[in-house]
């Protein structure tokens, strides 16, 4: 398996657009995280999908950001519209279980001008 | 909600020299997982403790679960410039993992 795919690897666009960041799963993980990460907040825990289902999305920031799994293989995390505090890297991870190790992806790193 | 504390924010250790990061829960942890992130990189996967007050090592790095569960430990022994990075600890609850913020080491030759 390839590992966890994420793109775009970079993304710059314009305060006002959307942006949609795509994740791909490792095949036969059945959780699916979506993180983002600035020096000021560290590494914070937007969303996270079991089974294709959201279960928890209390870290998501505001109304602006959304988040679909809508098959075992595809995920996307959308935000219209961007704003230049959504600057980040966004990772997305899987795992098989909670108890188990979550695989990162190379991560997408976002710049809103 | 649960809260993951992680000091220092950042050390700055001369090559040979140890380190240790801390990291404290708020709430009781079913696990606890350490990741090592390289500048420029992605969190990768270390080492997960279960069990209350279980040891580890590998290598030079030896990672602790505190007795009740809520606070735990990486220390590298001579630390060597490989070591460079990020080094997350995250709590499991049971459904999700916390990171915390992090520690950022530097490593001077």
């Known amino acids: 398996d390839a590992g966890v795919i994420q793109s775009p690897r970079h993304e710059v666009t314009e305060m006002g657009q959307e942006v949609t960041l795509r994740c791909k799963p490792i095949s036969g993980h059945d959780y699916l995280f979506w993180y983002r990460q600035t020096m000021m907040r560290g590494l914070e825990l937007l969303i996270y999908f079991n089974n294709n289902v959201p279960i928890d999305d209390s870290g998501m920031p505001e109304d602006r950001f959304s988040a679909k799994m809508p098959n075992a293989s595809f995920s996307t995390l959308k935000i219209q519209p961007s704003e230049p505090r959504d600057s980040a890297v966004y990772f997305c991870?899987?795992?098989?279980?909670?108890?188990?190790?979550?695989?990162f992806g190379q991560g997408t790193r976002l710049t809103v001008v | 909600g649960q809260q993951v504390m992680q000091i220092p924010q950042y050390q700055h250790v001369q090559e040979g020299e140890d380190f240790t990061t801390y990291c404290n829960s708020s709430t009781t942890l079913s696990n606890i997982q350490w990741y090592k992130q390289r500048p420029g990189g992605h969190p990768v996967f270390l080492i997960q403790l279960v069990k209350s007050g279980e040891v580890k090592k590998q290598k030079r790095l030896t990672f602790q679960f505190g007795e009740a569960k809520k606070n735990s430990s990486l220390h590298i022994t001579a630390t060597q410039t490989t070591d460079v990075g990020t080094y997350f600890c995250a709590g499991g609850d049971g459904n999700k993992l916390v990171f915390g913020a992090g520690t950022i080491l530097r490593v001077k030759s």
């Open positions: 991870a899987s795992s098989p279980g909670t108890a188990y190790e979550a695989f």
